[in-house]
């Protein structure tokens, strides 16, 4: 039985998966990123204390002696324990343990699965995979380590466009602008305010609209707040009429990493007021990325610096960082190849949109004999010791299925053994049939 908000994809799906995790993790540590594995279950004390997220924990508990399989919730009890929803309330609970043995500022990556008991709708899941980056530092975050997050996103969908991704655009903008406005036409309620504002891409205008008069705020301010978070053009915008002195500089500070960026040819980076992210652990700069065509799937990544992670005694750690959506991309990467073989229909560009094996080689089985296996066998490890990815053929069938199954599979090469050439150092000669296009030749390996 299919359990709602719990993907499963296609082999080839799975395939390209573990690509976009490979690449993401090279341009992760690239960048110096290290990465961590922390902890799946935490307290939910940990849990319930950032966050409105924190409404749609997943809880830990033994079924084992409890009556009627009602579980006992005690959220005052440190032994209860839920779920993590993102990567970074681990990294929290992680610095408070050991924020000694780290060397600041330290530069953590993670990729792994998060759990969020919402309701499951186009682009969200109750169980999908993160893949984050935080600059953690007992000192003042900088504009550089800002730059670099945006720059470490941009690179690694720059690569994802290669495999057929469209382009995305990063959305940047900063809550200290949204809690200017806040001040600037005394709106008390800045909170709610700014979880309202986070709806905008997914409830438009008109929602947002309602939810705003709900807080008892006038309509002349509502049209005021839309103006505002929908304008798109930096220049010429009377912002002396909408923001305190605070937030005008805050603009200017966010133009300026727009224009840093564009120095580096990142041209996808754009200021949008409407960005607010809920997570009540940002501070300061937020970001959110969107897939062009795609945009009713929400986010593929997201972040933000946050200035208040982890007090310890006379340290206050702070932080910037981002997540992409890994599942929610792949959801996006299976519509698009969908599509495409839909368009292609069995023709032979299919052969590699529906790959769903990263093997490279198979190795053609002349007989079920024991001699002719050990032909095989040490063919196909020639091959692995050239990092060739290798398989043989399962069964001595005819040549046309053998080679059919590598078809099936998605493998380009099958390979046939030949008896071994002494004059060749004892190496096998062999024949390496391309099944895409049909050419075969003779080889010395």
Known sequence: MKISGFAHFAPYITILENKVCQI??????????????LNCGLSISSLLAKGQTAQEIYLLTRLQGIENNLAKIDLNNPKQLGLRYDQTIPLKTYIEQY?????????????????????????RFREFTQAD???ISPESITSNMINECILVFAKIFQHLTKLGLPDVVIYINSRKILQSFCQKHSIKQIEKFLRIIDKYDKIGSEGITQELLELNISSDKVASILEFI??????????EEYLTDSGIKEVDKLQNLVNNLKDKKIENVKINFAIARGLDYYTDFVMETFVEGYENVGSVASGGQYN???????????????????????????????????KNNQTENKKTANKITNIDALVILDSNDQQSYNKSWELAEKLRNTGKK????????????????????????????????????????????????????????
Request: aromatic fraction near 12%; glycine fraction near 8%.
């Open 24 to 37: 993401i993790n090279q341009v992760f540590e690239l960048h110096g990123f290290e990465k961590f594995n």
């Open 99 to 123: 924020s000694r043995e780290l060397i600041y500022p330290c530069r953590i990556s993670q990729i792994g699965k998060v759990w969020r008991g919402e309701r499951a709708q186009t682009g």
């Open 133 to 135: 980056i935080d600059i």
């Open 230 to 239: 929908n304008y798109r053009s930096i220049a010429n915008f009377p912002f």
């Open 308 to 342: 208040n992670l982890v007090k310890l005694k006379k340290n206050e750690f702070t932080g910037v960082g981002g997540s992409i959506g890994i599942t929610r991309l792949m959801a996006i990467f299976s519509t698009i190849l969908d599509n495409e073989k839909a």
């Open 390 to 445: 290798t398989i043989i053929s399962p069964e001595a069938w005819k040549y046309g299925k053998q080679i059919d199954y590598a078809n099936k599979l998605g493998i380009e090469y099958v390979w046939f053994p030949n008896k071994v050439d002494s004059k060749t150092n004892a190496k096998i000669k062999a024949s390496v049939k391309n099944i895409i296009t049909g050419k075969q030749e003779d080889v010395l390996i």
